[in-house]
């Protein structure tokens, strides 16, 4: 017999940006929403995201940057979910992004980015819409 289990969101905050209000806030609204939330704390490597990832078994990846970075961390987490063999796993993100550079990293593999302002809500029905849970055996 198999089931869907909650959804599972890693919610990262990669690089030097030590700012997490936004990352904390969002990951509570995923809690609330009934996801199951693995929040990695800050200034982490596009590696460590992915080894967190992996060893979590998570459904999608919510990269919070405000640091610029995001033209190098995006591109550089799918790189390492494909070698995991993790390319399921959806990667969204918010932050401070570029309309241009939004564009771009949604061709390269990005589902959605998120800008300030965006409602939690509106967020919360995104994920509930694009990301599917995986099953499990019981």
Sequence with gaps: M???????????????DGHD???????????DAGFEVIYTGLHQTPE????????EDVDAIGLSILSGAHNYVFPEVLKLLKENGMEEVVLFGGGIVPDDDIQALKKQGVAQIFTPGTPLSETV??????VKAKTESL
């Design 2 to 16: 198999t089931s869907q289990r909650k959804l599972r969101i890693l919610v990262g905050k990669p690089g030097l």
């Design 21 to 31: 209000r936004g990352a904390k806030i969002i990951a509570r609204a995923f809690r």
């Design 48 to 55: 460590m995201i992915v080894n967190t990832a992996v060893q």
């Design 125 to 130: 029905s995104w994920v509930e819409k694009n």
